[in-house]
Protein backbone atom coordinates (compact mmCIF):
# COMPACT_ATOMS: atom_id res chain seq x y z
CA UNK A 1 0.00 0.00 0.00
CA UNK A 2 1.48 3.45 -1.33
CA UNK A 3 1.58 5.47 1.25
CA UNK A 4 2.29 9.54 0.66
CA UNK A 5 2.77 11.87 4.23
CA UNK A 6 3.27 15.47 4.01
CA UNK A 7 4.72 17.54 7.49
CA UNK A 8 6.35 20.66 8.19
CA UNK A 9 3.35 23.26 7.24
CA UNK A 10 2.33 25.45 9.72
CA UNK A 11 1.96 29.72 10.41
CA UNK A 12 4.45 31.73 9.75
CA UNK A 13 5.31 35.41 9.23
CA UNK A 14 5.52 36.90 5.58
CA UNK A 15 9.40 37.06 4.80
CA UNK A 16 9.60 33.24 6.75
CA UNK A 17 10.68 30.49 5.97
CA UNK A 18 9.21 26.83 6.20
CA UNK A 19 10.68 23.43 5.03
CA UNK A 20 8.31 20.53 4.16
CA UNK A 21 8.94 17.12 4.28
CA UNK A 22 6.93 13.84 2.24
CA UNK A 23 7.58 10.45 3.34
CA UNK A 24 6.76 7.69 1.08
CA UNK A 25 6.48 3.79 1.95
CA UNK A 26 4.86 1.19 -0.37
CA UNK A 27 6.95 2.46 -3.90
CA UNK A 28 10.14 2.16 -5.18
CA UNK A 29 10.60 5.79 -4.75
CA UNK A 30 13.91 6.59 -6.73
CA UNK A 31 11.71 5.09 -9.77
CA UNK A 32 9.31 8.11 -9.21
CA UNK A 33 8.69 11.84 -10.75
CA UNK A 34 7.79 13.27 -7.13
CA UNK A 35 6.06 16.91 -7.28
CA UNK A 36 4.36 19.09 -4.65
CA UNK A 37 1.15 20.86 -5.69
CA UNK A 38 -1.07 23.42 -3.50
CA UNK A 39 -4.20 24.23 -3.60
CA UNK A 40 -5.69 28.02 -1.85
CA UNK A 41 -8.91 28.83 -0.87
CA UNK A 42 -10.98 28.88 -4.01
CA UNK A 43 -8.61 28.35 -6.06
CA UNK A 44 -7.83 25.39 -8.44
CA UNK A 45 -4.78 23.04 -7.34
CA UNK A 46 -1.41 24.18 -9.18
CA UNK A 47 2.14 22.68 -9.59
CA UNK A 48 4.61 24.29 -7.54
CA UNK A 49 7.53 22.10 -8.30
CA UNK A 50 8.47 18.57 -10.05
CA UNK A 51 11.99 16.63 -9.53
CA UNK A 52 12.70 13.73 -11.52
CA UNK A 53 14.13 10.50 -10.82
CA UNK A 54 17.39 11.98 -12.85
CA UNK A 55 17.45 15.04 -10.32
CA UNK A 56 16.18 17.32 -13.27
CA UNK A 57 13.70 20.23 -11.73
CA UNK A 58 10.87 22.51 -12.34
CA UNK A 59 9.16 24.87 -11.20
CA UNK A 60 6.44 27.77 -11.29
CA UNK A 61 7.55 31.11 -11.92
CA UNK A 62 5.55 32.07 -9.17
CA UNK A 63 8.17 30.35 -6.93
CA UNK A 64 11.53 30.47 -8.82
CA UNK A 65 14.29 31.46 -6.92
CA UNK A 66 12.64 31.06 -3.66
CA UNK A 67 11.68 27.52 -3.29
CA UNK A 68 13.96 24.42 -3.40
CA UNK A 69 12.54 21.19 -4.06
CA UNK A 70 15.17 18.15 -3.28
CA UNK A 71 14.75 14.28 -2.49
CA UNK A 72 16.76 11.60 -0.17
CA UNK A 73 16.08 8.50 -1.80
CA UNK A 74 17.96 6.81 0.76
CA UNK A 75 14.98 8.11 2.96
CA UNK A 76 12.35 7.86 0.24
CA UNK A 77 11.74 11.45 1.43
CA UNK A 78 11.22 14.75 -1.01
CA UNK A 79 11.51 18.22 0.61
CA UNK A 80 10.18 20.89 -0.60
CA UNK A 81 12.62 24.27 1.17
CA UNK A 82 10.06 27.43 1.10
CA UNK A 83 11.74 31.04 1.75
CA UNK A 84 10.95 34.75 1.22
CA UNK A 85 7.11 33.27 1.71
CA UNK A 86 4.49 35.85 0.77
CA UNK A 87 0.93 35.57 1.55
CA UNK A 88 0.04 34.72 -1.50
CA UNK A 89 1.97 31.25 -0.82
CA UNK A 90 -0.96 30.53 1.77
CA UNK A 91 -2.52 27.03 0.39
CA UNK A 92 -2.62 23.45 1.10
CA UNK A 93 0.43 21.79 -0.20
CA UNK A 94 -0.17 18.40 -1.08
CA UNK A 95 2.77 15.66 -2.39
CA UNK A 96 2.50 13.85 -5.51
CA UNK A 97 4.22 10.74 -7.10
CA UNK A 98 3.81 9.62 -10.50
CA UNK A 99 5.37 7.14 -12.65
CA UNK A 100 3.93 6.74 -16.07
CA UNK A 101 0.11 5.23 -15.11
CA UNK A 102 0.30 5.00 -11.07
CA UNK A 103 -0.26 8.98 -9.55
CA UNK A 104 -0.36 9.18 -5.79
CA UNK A 105 -1.25 11.74 -3.50
CA UNK A 106 -0.66 12.54 -0.23
CA UNK A 107 -3.06 14.02 2.01
CA UNK A 108 -1.65 17.64 2.15
CA UNK A 109 -0.19 19.88 4.55
CA UNK A 110 -1.79 23.63 5.27
CA UNK A 111 0.56 26.59 5.09
CA UNK A 112 -0.27 29.78 6.27
CA UNK A 113 1.50 32.81 5.46
CA UNK A 114 0.08 36.35 7.36
CA UNK A 115 1.73 38.63 10.36
Known amino acids: QVQLVESGGGLVQPGGSLKLSCATS????????MGWYRQAPGKQRELVATITRGGSTVYADSVKGRFTISRDNAKNTVYLQMNSLKPEDTAVYSC?????????WGQGTQVTVSS
Open 96 to 104: NANLYRADY
Open 26 to 33: GMIFSRYT
